[in-house]
């Protein structure tokens, strides 16, 4: 029989595991409307803290909906959507409390044009956390070092080419030490030959262990780092599997369809 301090020890490595594996985003039954249009029904995805989704389907079939909703970009109509453990409703006053613990990477970069690489890095630890001017910039300095684009620190977002903006706005989440990074086609407004760049830094980014939720269509990408491939059609979640069993053997014709298309 085991002694009490090795039970206790083993309690606490398995309160530890379900910390570890808690969700992070909880979507219940969302229903997204924009008028009489049926944008998200009946949606349902929990992610996981440090699990990878890639979040894929055709144009218009409302992945960047859900991620917005996520992010309470976009209000839900109905159901419920619980991020860190705070619920997303109308009447919130910690929506920045949310937010902050949330980093979007958006296809077109939103950089802040007049600001230097490092001031756009800066600009939100400074005005959210807190955090003082050279507390910021010793973060956003090593963040920047980590993406290897620390030797553009000075300049402006336009003397960048897309990839090495796409890389500063993801260096910019990152600065927020966020528990969860949301994508949305990040490659996609990108030359072909930047597409890399900016996949390899959300690689290492995995690697890292950060919870990622990526729409994005590299399906390389999804093979390398997703544990989950999440694929929506019309509004709804119509199938979920790891990327092996997806890409192999997708269940449905509509997946079957969109793979066809894009592969
Ligand atoms: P995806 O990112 O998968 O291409 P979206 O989530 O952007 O799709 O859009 C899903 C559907 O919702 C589309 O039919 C789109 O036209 C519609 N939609 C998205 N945003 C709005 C909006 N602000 N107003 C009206 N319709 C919208
Ligand atoms: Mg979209």
Do not use: W
């Amino acid at each position: 029989m085991r002694n009490l301090r090795e039970k206790k020890m083993a309690r606490e490595i398995a309160a530890n595991e379900t910390g570890r594996s808690a969700a992070i985003v909880t979507v219940e039954n969302v229903v997204k409307r924009f008028g009489g249009f049926t944008a998200l029904s009946d949606v349902n995805l929990s992610v996981r803290a440090g699990e990878k989704i890639v979040l894929c389907g055709p144009s218009g079939s409302g992945k960047s909906t859900l991620i917005r909703c996520i992010n309470h970009i976009e209000k839900h109509d109905g159901g419920r959507i619980v991020v860190d453990g705070i619920e997303l409703s109308d009447r919130m006053s910690d929506i920045n409390d949310v937010r902050r613990e949330v980093g979007m990477v958006f296809q077109s970069f939103n950089l802040f044009p007049h600001l230097s690489v490092v001031e756009n890095c800066m600009l939100a630890p400074i005005k959210v956390r807190g955090l003082s001017r050279a507390e910021a910039h010793e973060r956003a300095i090593g963040v920047l070092r980590k993406v290897r684009i620390h030797d553009q620190a000075s300049k402006y977002p336009g003397q960048l080419s897309g990839g090495q903006q796409q890389r500063v706005a993801i260096a910019r989440a990152l600065c927020m030490q966020p528990k969860i990074m949301l994508f949305d086609e990040p490659t996609s407004a990108l030359d072909p030959e930047m597409v890399k760049e900016v996949l390899d830094t959300m690689v290492e980014l995995a690697r890292d262990g950060m919870t990622m939720v990526c729409v994005t269509h590299e399906m390389g990408f999804a093979r390398e780092v997703a544990d989950r491939v999440v694929f929506m059609d019309r509004g709804a979640i119509v199938e979920e599997a790891d990327p092996e069993t997806f890409f192999r053997a997708p269940r449905t014709e509509r997946a079957r369809a969109f793979l066809g298309q894009i592969i």
